[in-house]
């Protein structure tokens, strides 16, 4: 079940407070989708109507990660690396699971310049054997006929997850390489019958980010909570719905 509060009163950012504000990745994301639902979730405490959880795409989740596991407490190449070309282990790191941990957790910078402490929950991370550049890679689950990309307008936001990711650990002082690695997982469903299982073809898909975006967002998203008004209505679905819900309400 999804629980949906209508207004929250907790870890909302205070203009006047000395703390750190804990930023996550997909909220940096809601700023550059729509400045006026970043301003309300995040200093009003009025966020959109939350989506459904994807339970399969966790479970694929949760065993990719196991499956990687095994690799790396072996030091050992990955079939997939073979497969596709990435000369890579898994990396192996002391805060492996914190920056791979949910809600809590997640790798983190601190931007002095805004007092904003960006944050972003990681799914794997593998180190080049040639260079010793740190990958990020992100794990995807979909089930479609034909060949899986990340080409779609829609899947900007997976690059710029990445793009952030790579910024993070940047600033963390690892050397990050710009070639970022989707695990895309296709559920197959041209089987004659199911079996109680699920079969997936797994492609690796390379992309060649670029986090030079990321400190201006930071910047401009600090400048916007500053205000003491929310920005006025986007091209966005959300803002268009409520201003139709208003404006319905006002004539009745």
Same mark, same amino acid.
């Given at each position: 079940?999804?629980?949906?509060?209508?207004?929250? @009163?907790?870890? &909302? !950012?205070?203009?006047?407070?000395?703390?750190?504000? /804990?930023?996550?990745?997909?909220? #940096? %994301?809601?700023?550059?989708?729509?400045?006026?639902?970043?301003?309300?979730?995040?200093?009003?405490?009025?966020?959109?109507?939350?989506?459904?959880?994807?339970?399969?795409?966790?479970?694929?989740?949760?065993?990719?990660?196991?499956?990687?596991?095994?690799?790396?407490?072996?030091?050992? @190449?990955?079939? &997939? !690396?073979?497969?596709?070309?990435?000369n890579?282990? /898994?990396?192996?790191?002391?805060? #492996? %699971?914190?920056w791979?941990?949910?809600?809590?957790?997640?790798?983190?910078?601190?931007?002095?310049?805004?007092?904003?402490?960006?944050?972003?929950?990681?799914?794997?991370?593998?180190?080049?054997?040639?260079?010793?550049?740190?990958?990020?890679?992100?794990?995807?689950?979909?089930?479609?006929?034909?060949?899986?990309?990340?080409?779609?307008?829609?899947?900007?936001?997976?690059?710029?997850q990445?793009?952030?990711?790579?910024?993070?650990?940047?600033r963390?002082?690892?050397?990050?390489?710009?070639?970022?690695?989707?695990?895309?997982?296709?559920?197959?469903?041209?089987?004659?019958?199911?079996?109680?299982?699920?079969?997936f073809?797994?492609?690796?898909?390379?992309?060649?980010?670029?986090?030079?975006?990321?400190?201006?967002?930071?910047i401009?998203?600090?400048?916007?909570?500053?205000?003491?008004q929310?920005?006025?209505?986007?091209?966005?679905?959300?803002?268009?719905?409520?201003?139709?819900?208003?404006?319905?309400?006002?004539?009745?």
């Amino acid at each position: 079940m999804v629980t949906y509060y209508r207004r929250r @009163v907790r870890g &909302l !950012f205070d203009p006047k407070s000395p703390k750190p504000f /804990p930023l996550s990745r997909s909220k #940096l %994301e809601l700023f550059i989708e729509c400045r006026r639902c970043f301003y309300l979730d995040r200093r009003l405490g009025i966020g959109r109507a939350p989506g459904f959880p994807f339970t399969l795409n966790s479970a694929v989740d949760k065993l990719l990660k196991k499956e990687f596991d095994t690799y790396r407490v072996a030091g050992s @190449v990955h079939p &997939l !690396f073979e497969k596709f070309g990435v000369n890579a282990i /898994p990396f192996t790191h002391e805060e #492996l %699971e914190k920056w791979r941990l949910t809600p809590n957790g997640g790798a983190a910078y601190l931007h002095t310049p805004t007092n904003l402490l960006i944050k972003g929950v990681i799914d794997d991370i593998w180190l080049l054997r040639v260079d010793g550049q740190l990958v990020i890679a992100d794990y995807k689950a979909t089930a479609k006929s034909g060949e899986v990309s990340i080409d779609a307008p829609w899947q900007a936001g997976y690059k710029r997850q990445m793009e952030i990711y790579q910024w993070i650990f940047r600033r963390n002082g690892f050397t990050v390489s710009n070639t970022a690695y989707f695990v895309y997982c296709n559920g197959k469903t041209d089987g004659t019958s199911f079996d109680a299982k699920l079969e997936f073809d797994i492609k690796l898909i390379p992309y060649e980010g670029t986090d030079a975006w990321v400190e201006a967002a930071i910047i401009n998203a600090h400048e916007t909570l500053m205000n003491d008004q929310p920005p006025p209505p986007e091209d966005c679905d959300w803002c268009a719905y409520f201003e139709a819900r208003s404006a319905t309400q006002k004539r009745e």
